[in-house]
C-alpha cells in the first residue's frame, strides 16, 4: 500500500483556525500566500536566505519557506497580517513607519516578524554571537547597533535601509516589548475552524 502524499491539517493563524488539503511537501509560505491569501509574508528567495518569508511560530521566528505546513499544524503561527492590535500598530511596525525602516517594502514584513522575535529573544536573555558575556546569570546584553545588527542578520534589505532597520528596532525596544514568546496553543476538538479546500 503506497502511503498518502497528502491530508487534511489545521493551522491556527493570527488566532484564527484554517482547515486546508495540502500535498505533504508544501511549504507554510505556498500555504499562506497561495492557499490562504495571507500574501504580506513575502516569498524572496524560497531558500531560507534573505528572510522575507518570516514568521513567527509560537513566538519563535521562522523562515516560512523551509518550514513544511504539516510541521506547523497544532501551532500558533503569526504573520505580518497577525502582529497589529486592530488599527493599533505594533510598536515595531510604529517604528518601521516613524523612522523610515523601509524602502520598496518588501522585505518589511518579514524584517517586523524577525525584529519582534530578535526582541523577545533578547528580553529572554539569549545571547548573540557578539554578545560579551554569555553566562545566564549576566542577563539580557545591552542592545547596542551591534546586538541588533547580528540578530537581525538573517534578514537582507535590497535596497540598503539597515540603518534605518536598526533605528526600528532600537526605538521598538525603547517603548517597551513582550518580554517573553507566544506561547504554544494546542488546537481543541471542536475549535472553529475555516474550511479551505482546493
Known sequence: MVPSMAGVITLRINGEAYTLFVDHRTTLLDSLRERLDLTGTKKGCDQGQCGACTVLLDGRRTVACLQLAVAAEGHEITTIEG?????????????????????????????????????????????????????????????TDDEIRERMSGNLCRCGAYVSIVEAVARAAEAGMPTKPVPSTRLSPGAGTKESVA
Open 83 to 143: 502582529v497589529a492590535d486592530g488599527e493599533r500598530l505594533h510598536p515595531v511596525q510604529q517604528a518601521f513607519l516613524d523612522l523610515d525602516g523601509f524602502q520598496c517594502g518588501y522585505c518589511t514584513p518579514g524584517q517586523i516578524c524577525s525584529a519582534i522575535g530578535a526582541l523577545a529573544e533578547h528580553a529572554a536573555g539569549w545571547p548573540s554571537a557578539v554578545t560579551d558575556d554569555v553566562r545566564p546569570e549576566a542577563g539580557p546584553p545591552s542592545l
